[in-house]
Structure formats: structure tokens, C-alpha cells
């Protein structure tokens, strides 16, 4: 008996990870009408959405066209990059996720059958929340925290940025476990340190917070 529930503890607790994991190398396949968030960290001038254009191609500022259909996310990620990288010293940092999905797309319904059965449980399994930390963080990479922390605790319990911190652009972002779109918030922890009132997020399990470089003089 006591297996069986450490073995069902563990496997939703690793299920917002799989959840992302499974979106990020290929479960979806972009087709045409969907609509995509690109955030590129290097310059924000480039984010925007992008429409899945019928011919199967999405339109990049100083890129052109690039071929979008039934590649996945991760795959057309890789490829605006190298696509942009002529106009940086390195190749950019680009985020890019599904916002909305052509009319013809079923949705999701495995994650949310994991998602419902996991927080269905988590009030008595449950003990930390796992959150993911990148860029100009003291410690990159997982961090467990203790259910009902919030952002700006999250900050000073994972020891803090570098000094090359944007700390006026710190991002969280954050995946609907139902069908897999990703919302992106925004904190100016750099506003909060010269006494503007800090806005009360609470993480949740699988959130993501990215410290950007900050750009020369900022």
C-alpha cells in the first residue's frame, strides 16, 4: 500500500513537467490559422504575434518568411533564431508559444484529465511546489518552494539576480495545464526596490521565471 501512494505521489507530482515537456519537443503541430506569441529577449521591439498565414508561413521582422507548418513549436523556435541571428553578435533568445488555436484544432483533453486528477490529490500529497528559474538568476534551474509563495518570496528565498539582471523585465510565465497555452507576466522588481507597492502573485506548480540580460545602459 505504501508504494502504491509513493509511486502515485511522484507520478503527479512530475505531471505539470511532463504536461510541458510533451508541448515543448512536439505534441503539437503548428498548422495554418494558428496564432503565435514570439518574444525575443535581445530585442523587444521584434515581439509580437504571429498569424500561421494559409500557405503555411509566418512573417518575422528581419527574418522574412519562414515555413511554419507542421513543425512543432520547438522546431520553429530553433528556426526563427537561426533566421534573426544575422542581425545580433549571437544567435537571440526566442520564446514562442501557441495563443490560439485554429478553429479546426480539438482540444487538449489529456492534460486536463492529469491536470483534474493531480488537484484532485495535491492537498494532502502535495508538500512543495516545484518552480523553474533562468537567465541572470543566483541559482538557475528547479526550486522547490512551499505551496502559497509568491513571486517576490520566490526572488529572495533562490538567492536573489546577478548584477546583469533587467530586473525591470523579469518575466513569469506560466502554462494553462488544459491546453497547454502559455500566459507571460510581467514584474519590475527594479520599481518595487524604489517603493512602488509589489503586485501579490502567488506561483504555481510548473511556473517559470526568466530574468533577462539587461541591454547596455538600461
Do not use: H
Amino acid at each position: 500500500m505504501f508504494r502504491t501512494l509513493v509511486a502515485l505521489f511522484l507520478a503527479l507530482a512530475m505531471a505539470p513537467v511532463f504536461t510541458a515537456v510533451a508541448w515543448a519537443q512536439g505534441s503539437y503541430r503548428i498548422q495554418a490559422g494558428d496564432v503565435l506569441q514570439m518574444e525575443v529577449l535581445e530585442d523587444t521591439s521584434l515581439n509580437r504575434s504571429l498569424l500561421v498565414l494559409p500557405d503555411g508561413t509566418v512573417s518575422v521582422p528581419l527574418a522574412g518568411t519562414v515555413s511554419a507548418t507542421g513543425q512543432t513549436i520547438e522546431a520553429l523556435r530553433g528556426a526563427i533564431s537561426a533566421a534573426l541571428a544575422p542581425n545580433f553578435a549571437a544567435p537571440p533568445t526566442v520564446f514562442l508559444t501557441v495563443s490560439q488555436l485554429n478553429p479546426r484544432t480539438q482540444a487538449v483533453t489529456a492534460a486536463s484529465a492529469q491536470a483534474a486528477a493531480q488537484a484532485a490529490v495535491s492537498g494532502t500529497l502535495a508538500a512543495t511546489v516545484p518552480i523553474y528559474a533562468l537567465g541572470e538568476v543566483a541559482r538557475p534551474g528547479r526550486i522547490d518552494v512551499a505551496p502559497g509563495t509568491t513571486l517576490l518570496q520566490f526572488l529572495a528565498e533562490s538567492g536573489g539576480m546577478t548584477r546583469f539582471a533587467a530586473t525591470k523585465r523579469i518575466q513569469l510565465r506560466r502554462a494553462d495545464k488544459d491546453t497547454g497555452l502559455e500566459s507571460v507576466y510581467r514584474f519590475n522588481y527594479k520599481a518595487v526596490q524604489a517603493g512602488a507597492k509589489a503586485p501579490v502573485i502567488v506561483l504555481q506548480a510548473g511556473d517559470v521565471i526568466v530574468v533577462p540580460e539587461r541591454r547596455l545602459f538600461e
